[in-house]
């Protein structure tokens, strides 16, 4: 009896476990003001119109994401990931911040990480363009390049566990990270910025994949504001993305694409499916022949995967023509074409891939003077 007495009973057990942590707390609090005051001194990127032939009836509208500080739509990934892992407690004062990426990300990563103060490794696959990597590095961060583009998942992984870093993820967290619903993301800023077009809702919205996450951010939007605007998904050659779309299978794997920015060898957990009305795969040489092609009209280079989604949106123009709607499509201008002067901008390097440009950008010539 005199036992029970002594023996501490649940209601005698600690109930408070304080890992409060002021000092940590005051560095998220402190990386995320730099991060809203780095927004707050940008501008939002402008909607730009495409001269499309009158006669056709459709308007064309290109969201030129080339202006951001980072020079790609990545800019607004980025800064959302960083926000998204910062509130999540994923990151301290020093820890290292590793990243998975074709490039364009890895560059706007590591803006952001000098701007709060972490080091940053970029794992990339061994022929991402000479540009980009010098971009990282001007940046101050480190580039761990790997031979073939399926590896940068597990190198990434690995790396983040060898150094107690942490691994930030875009193919996981792309689409979650962002916030669909507004807070000015892409698509409400297109919306916003169509208001007084003759035709402010588009038909059509294009735009390529390579997280998803700008696919799902825009589809999603679409849906919560109750507009009739569809969603096309333009897919380059090799990417799994089309054929695990068709086939509702997302364990298929794919070769990986040749389009810098989009078009994956698996299915990544950002990319939303059921948000995107149609998908359509466009050949590499279409892609690039297009982009070079609409230098002149722009007076601008803009990167493969922009000639991608024009590709794309000339086709879908040239359907609503000859179907005698009007209206308008809105596309991305991804990224600029300076990144890719030693690729997709080099004619011997384009010949290497075993591209002819001159077909496509003969149709593209035809089409936009017709
Ligand atoms: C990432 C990227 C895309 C695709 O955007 P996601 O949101 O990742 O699907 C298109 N073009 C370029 C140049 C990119 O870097």
């Not at 059509?204 to 679409?222: C, D, E, K, Q």
């Not at 998908?279 to 279409?286: G, I, N």
Request: hydrophobic share 40%; net charge negative; aromatic share 8%.
């Amino acid at each position: 009896m005199s036992d029970r007495i002594t023996e501490p009973t649940a209601a005698d057990l600690p109930t408070n476990c304080d890992r409060s942590d002021r000092a940590h707390r005051a560095w998220v609090t402190g990386a995320i003001r730099q991060i809203e005051a780095d927004a707050q001194r940008s501008a939002d990127t402008h909607l730009i119109r495409f001269p499309l032939p009158a006669a056709l009836g459709v308007d064309l509208y290109l969201k030129d994401e080339s202006t951001h500080v980072t020079g790609s739509l990545k800019h607004r990934l980025a800064r959302s990931l960083f926000l998204y892992s910062l509130c999540n407690g994923w990151l301290h004062a020093g820890s290292t911040v590793i990243e998975a990426s074709s490039g364009s990300t890895a560059i706007s990563e590591a803006y952001f990480a000098r701007l709060i103060g972490l080091p940053f490794v970029a794992v990339m696959p061994a022929r991402t363009s000479r540009e980009k990597i010098e971009l990282i590095r001007s940046y101050g961060a480190q580039c761990h390049l790997v031979e073939e583009a399926g590896a940068i998942y597990d190198a990434a992984r690995e790396l983040a566990v060898a150094c107690g870093g942490h691994y930030i993820d875009q193919f996981t967290h792309a689409e979650r990270a962002t916030d669909w619903r507004g807070n000015n993301n892409i698509a409400e800023s297109i919306f916003d910025q169509m208001k007084w077009e003759p035709h402010p809702i588009p038909e059509w919205m294009v735009i390529g994949a390579g997280t998803g996450g700008t696919s799902a951010t825009i589809g999603r939007y679409i849906r919560y504001r109750g507009h009739p605007t569809r969603l096309c998904v333009p897919d380059p050659e090799g990417s799994v993305f089309f054929d695990a779309w068709r086939d509702s299978d997302v364990t298929r794997r794919g070769a990986g694409s040749r389009i810098e920015g989009i078009g994956r060898p698996r299915v990544e957990p950002s990319f939303v499916g059921q948000v995107i009305d149609r998908m359509v795969q466009v050949p590499d040489a279409a892609s690039v022949g297009t982009a070079r092609e609409v230098e002149h009209l722009l007076g601008k280079k803009v990167g493969p995967s922009t000639g991608t989604n024009l590709w794309a949106a000339f086709e879908l123009a040239r359907q609503m023509a000859a179907a005698g709607v009007r209206g308008s499509i809105v596309t991305l201008l991804c990224d600029g074409g300076e990144r890719y002067g030693h690729t997709y901008y080099n004619d011997e390097w384009v010949a290497a891939q075993g591209w002819d440009l001159a077909p496509s950008r003969a149709l593209v010539r035809e089409f936009l003077g017709s």
